[in-house]
């Protein structure tokens, strides 16, 4: 924002509220954008527990092996892991 000097009242007041109206819509914006990084952290947490349940570390035999490759092929894992 810029800093100015008015003579006038009027062209004060039109600066204040073009600023006022330039901050709403900022805050509405990270309002936003802070509603969608949430569901993303709670998809992403929630992903995580059942990503943990099925990938059942440490693994003791080559099934269990076999069972987590298998579940990396799938391209929704593969996603939940990146």
Do not use: G, I, Y
């Not at 100015?4 to 936003?32: G, I, S, T, Y």
């Not at 099934?63 to 996603?79: A, G, P, T, Y």
């Amino acid at each position: 924002m810029t800093v100015m000097m008015f003579f006038c009242p009027v062209e004060r007041d039109h600066a204040l509220l073009c600023a006022v109206e330039e901050l709403k819509a900022l805050v509405r914006q990270n309002n936003l954008l802070l509603q969608a990084l949430t569901r993303q952290k709670t998809t992403a947490a929630a992903a995580a527990d059942t990503l943990s349940e099925e990938f059942k570390f440490p693994m003791n035999c080559e099934e269990d092996l076999q069972r987590v490759e298998d579940l990396l092929r799938e391209k929704s894992q593969e996603k939940a892991l990146v």
